[in-house]
């Protein structure tokens, strides 16, 4: 019980910070559109907490705990870039573990490498993202480390929106994953901080539950 009262206080912490820095947006009249296509009422760029130092190294603590509470110990840190690649290295540094980071594609140039850095097959990986939310990019990048022979020990990331079909594909990759917030305490958070309004909320819990197929209100 304890333990999940610290997670649920560190989770509120984490999307109050995001929210204060204006990492996290919402806007339910005027969508954002990801590269899915997918229209959000909510857009997140936690490369802003990179900006802010007390909440850098409250993420990287944060992420230290999670692993160390939550994982079998890992040999190396691997970074999904872009958005993964800092928050992986100060990982990494914090742990005195090597670090590698993957592109969900490989370079038009020189060497033509996905994955840069060096490392052995068999070793045991977490492999860290900034956000996850259809989790499509993110297993790309799974994918990648385990045809190379790594051993994935788990995917963690600051922000997880908790779509339905984000869960179903890490259930069937098999893929242990765990983030700092979620969507749930984002709104929460939101609305006591009056971030959002409470009629913004049903908007919100709409979404969540069939982003593919939501509308934004007109009036």
């Known amino acids: 019980m304890q333990a999940m009262k610290n997670f649920n206080e560190t989770s509120a912490k984490i999307a109050e910070y995001l929210l204060q820095i204006k990492a996290i947006k919402i806007n339910t009249k005027d ?26 190294t409250f993420i990287r ?7 160390n509470e939550g994982f079998t110990a890992p040999d190396m840190i691997a970074g999904v870039a872009t958005g993964g690649i800092p928050f ?12 590698i980071y993957v592109r969900s594609t490989e370079k038009k140039h020189g060497l033509s490498k996905n994955i840069e850095g060096d490392f052995e097959s068999g070793k045991k990986v977490i492999v860290v993202e900034d956000l996850i939310s259809t989790g499509s990019s993110s297993l790309k990048v799974v994918n990648l480390l385990q045809e190379h022979g790594c051993i ?23 893929i242990k994953t765990a983030s700092l917030t ?6 929460e958070k939101a609305i006591e901080t009056n971030s959002i309004l409470p009629s913004d909320k049903k908007q919100l819990l709409d979404w969540h539950k069939n982003p593919e197929k939501w509308q934004p209100q007109t009036n």
């Open 61 to 67: 603590q944060e992420f230290v705990k999670l692993i």
């Open 182 to 187: 979620n969507f749930d305490a984002l709104i």
């Open 31 to 56: 969508p954002f559109v990801w590269a899915s296509g997918i229209q959000s009422p909510i857009y997140t760029d936690n490369r802003k907490t990179l900006s802010y130092p007390q909440i850098r």
């Open 152 to 174: 994935i020990n788990g995917l963690v990331s600051i922000f997880n929106y908790d779509l339905k079909i984000s869960v179903s594909n890490f259930n069937k990759a098999k």
């Open 88 to 99: 992986g290295v100060i990982i990494a540094q914090e742990l005195g573990l090597p670090f």
